[in-house]
């Protein structure tokens, strides 16, 4: 799924309007037990690039292509993906990678970066994906042959910011089950910087929530980072994460099917059973 770990970021914010979910007040809180993951010495991790995989340091810039290090943390495996020049790494999945080129100021209306797929088996590329665009249904699947996933409805694309590499040209979505996390941007093109608004949705009704930052979605919860927390799914219930000396050291948080992992500013990889028991 698209964002499988391609700038899943989980951002420091809280939960605004949780009276209009319906959901109890008191939030629960969830104590996660961290565990270092062990990861040999010949990978420095530098980003979590689509669980279970992150990128190493060391990568190779050449005139025409650059090669990725990437370290599968479930297999202990390691696997070299190379892309076209100019086109930065975002995301690995089963199947496809996927890199990024912004080309220009991605801040004017109109300039789109270029999304470029690769296909793992056959080496072969292609540039966008029919459907994703704003308004439109269909998002990219990194873990599918087909690459293609479409939304189920009333579900769609909107227009996203797009600051900088990784930003695709359509909103940010985070996807699982019935639910979605769905980015708006507004005022793209106009005289000050565009502002995100960011939704959790749901399949088959017009309701939305809005909340603060991105979130990192699975089929038992949404979060949206440390330590406000989120909501368990689909009861919509609130929880906030124990705050712990570890949690101040971590720079990038993914949530996988089920479990946390985290990336700490000594580039340590760590992991979470989530959801778990609360208090």
């Not at 300039?111 to 249904?137: E, H, K, R, S, V």
């Not at 900088?164 to 639910?179: C, K, L, N, T």
């Not at 910087?193 to 749901?202: G, Q, V």
Request: charged share 15%; glycine share 12%; hydrophobic share 40%.
């Amino acid at each position: 799924m698209r964002r499988t770990g391609l700038k899943l970021l989980v951002m420091l914010a809280t939960l605004l309007g949780l009276a209009a979910t319906g959901a109890t007040a008191k939030s629960l809180v969830m104590k996660l037990k961290w565990h270092r993951v062990m990861i040999p010495a010949s990978c420095r991790p530098t980003a979590l690039v689509g669980l279970p995989r992150v990128l190493c340091s060391g990568v190779s810039y050449g005139s025409t292509s650059d090669t990725y290090p990437v370290y599968n943390l479930d297999r202990h495996t390691s696997q070299q993906i190379v892309l076209p020049a100019s086109f930065p790494l975002v995301a690995v999945g089963a199947d496809w990678a996927e890199g990024v080129n912004a080309g220009c100021d991605v801040n004017i209306k109109g300039c789109d970066p270029i999304i470029l797929f690769q296909n793992l088996q056959t080496g072969q590329t292609q540039q966008g994906l029919a459907g994703y665009q704003p308004g439109g249904n269909v998002i990219p699947d990194l873990d599918s042959p087909s690459l293609a996933k479409t939304l189920c409805r009333p579900l769609q694309l909107g227009e996203g910011e797009a600051v900088g590499y990784g930003s695709p040209p359509v909103g940010f979505i985070a996807a699982a089950g019935e639910f979605a996390v769905v980015e708006e941007a507004t005022g793209i093109g106009g005289s000050t910087p565009p502002t995100d608004n960011y939704y959790l949705e749901r399949c088959g009704t017009h309701w939305r929530h809005r909340v603060v930052g991105p979130g990192a979605i699975n089929l038992h919860a949404v979060v949206f980072g440390f330590p406000s927390g989120g909501l368990l799914l689909p009861s919509l219930q609130p929880f906030t994460i124990q705050l712990t000396p570890a949690l101040r050291r971590f720079t990038t948080v993914a949530l996988g099917a089920k479990a946390l992992y985290a990336l700490d500013d000594h580039h340590h990889v760590w992991t979470a059973q989530f959801p778990v028991s609360h208090s």
